[in-house]
């Protein structure tokens, strides 16, 4: 069966093809159509003649992630399945940019982007998913929706609570954490201290959750304030801002009401067993996971999300483990705002947290293993179906330190020649050899006791090279 490989570099309106084979040679050279019915039409004609004239042909389609203009070619790829040949992927562009610059490609065009999205399909076929179903994708893009609608909300509090601040201070008492209702109602009828003050108690009570009495306190503190702004214009300004947070929460709290409704599935309510994870965040999680088969093991999921641990040494330099910070944003995001609000709320996290301390870990450090610990939960509460227990993971950890194989300090790198003091290194690297020197004799410590460690290889296997 021969097989053949469409690379596409979709842009805004309209994306470049090009059609290649197994030995990367060009079979029907770059050609550029737009993204309508018409454009459509006709890549569904080219293809259609190309599997016409190759019998028993099948053809790999992929198409790099731009941020949603693929959508519409992916998804006529996509059903085009139904009548022709062809497998469908959604590409990475991390990976297809770093392919491209291991290849020595300086030169960045359209056309040889679509050649470098076919080419990856051939290098890296183990890395491809083809005909890949997309869960949630609509209320994914409302979930984000939401997100921005609530950092937008943010941004005008904080623009709010400066003007406030020298037009009615007084009334800043009553939000310290989170600004009530009542408090923006307020100020969308008496904005500033010269407004408030000339109000009657009985008239400012009747806003809904202001007492009579705190509205007399707040009168009171209007007359006798330091406000130094009490214009018509900053007048005007508070009532706008006031306005628009109530028009935003009103907002927000519609569309999680409907994302609520049509993300009605098992796993919401399985994830919201975890003290620390709400609605919101459980919805979040499920819209960016999606079906939890397609991650093979909880470390793909870590890396999905972005928080496994990585090393890096080479050579001379220092070795560190820090976060990979590679995946997801918006899914660490949402991570980091529960495992937060998990060392508050939930007791058994909130022990591992300062127990992480306690070994020396910094407070972020400690966070950050927390979202990877975090991770693990939620992807074993999905896989085996079942709520939260503390317990389960305070068994899995015994296993695993009674499991955990009798850790020696022999240097197996230097097994076929011990170290050269007449080697020709740096400093650096000198100070690291003094440092590795004590773990040279192959002694391992267990509780304190001395055991000599088993030394696998022989002097004669030493001698033999690894490849003969």
């Known amino acids: 069966m021969d097989k053949y490989y469409l690379g596409g570099d979709v842009s805004k309106g309209y994306c470049d093809f090009v059609i290649i084979d197994q030995e990367k040679k060009i079979i029907e050279k770059n050609f550029q159509l737009d993204d309508t019915h018409a454009g ?25 992630s731009t941020g949603g203009y693929e959508n519409n070619w992916y998804k006529m790829l996509y059903d085009l399945k139904k009548e022709l040949n062809v497998s469908t992927a959604r590409l990475n562009p991390f990976g297809i940019y770093h392919s491209s610059q291991a290849d020595l490609k300086k030169n960045k065009t359209d056309k040889s982007s679509a050649l470098n999205v076919a080419e990856y399909l051939i290098s890296y076929p183990a890395k491809v998913e083809y005909n890949r179903e997309y869960y949630y994708e609509s209320l994914r893009r409302m979930w984000k929706h939401i997100l921005i609608l609530k950092k937008h909300k943010v941004g005008l509090m904080g623009q709010l609570e400066s003007l406030v601040y020298v037009a009615n201070p007084d009334i800043m008492a009553y939000w310290k954490e989170k600004m009530p209702e009542w408090v923006l109602s307020v100020l969308c009828k008496y904005p500033t201290s010269k407004d408030l003050a000339t109000v009657r108690a009985s008239t400012l009570s009747k806003i809904p959750y202001l007492t009579k ?88 999921l870590a890396s999905f999300f972005g928080v496994h641990p990585i090393y890096k040494e080479s050579g001379d330099g ?151």
């Open 40 to 64: 459509h039409t006709e890549l569904k004609r080219i293809l259609s003649n190309l599997l016409l004239h190759k019998k028993n042909s099948v053809i790999y389609a992929g198409v790099e």
């Open 213 to 300: 009495e705190k509205a007399e306190l707040l009168i009171k503190a209007a007359r006798n304030t330091v406000a130094s702004l009490v214009d018509d214009s900053m007048s005007f300004l508070i009532k706008s801002l006031a306005n628009e947070i109530l028009i935003s929460r009103k907002n927000i709290d519609a569309q999680m009401s409907y994302l609520q409704k049509e993300c009605d599935i098992p796993e919401v309510e399985l994830l919201m067993s975890f003290c620390g994870i709400g609605l919101y965040s459980a919805v979040g999680f499920m819209l960016l996971i999606g079906k939890i088969d397609r991650f093979s093991s909880a470390k793909t």
């Open 318 to 468: 220092i070795g560190g483990i820090r976060m990979s910070k590679q995946g997801r944003a918006e899914a660490r995001w949402l991570l980091f705002m529960v495992a937060k609000s998990a060392i508050v709320h939930n007791t058994y996290i909130k022990q591992l947290y300062y127990e992480y301390q306690e070994k020396g870990k910094s407070k972020m450090s400690s966070l950050g293993i927390i979202m990877h610990k975090i991770t693990r939960i939620i992807y074993g509460m999905l896989k085996s179906g079942t709520e939260y227990e503390p317990q389960i993971d305070q068994k899995n950890r015994e296993e695993s330190k009674r499991n955990k194989p009798l850790r020696t300090v022999k240097n197996i790198k230097r097994r076929f020649q011990s170290i050269d003091e007449k080697a020709p290194i740096s400093r650096r690297q000198t100070n690291k050899r003094k440092e590795q020197e004590p773990s040279q004799n192959g002694v391992t410590i267990k509780h304190g006791i001395e055991h000599p460690a088993q030394d696998n290889y022989s002097m004669e296997e030493k001698q033999v090279p690894i490849f003969k």
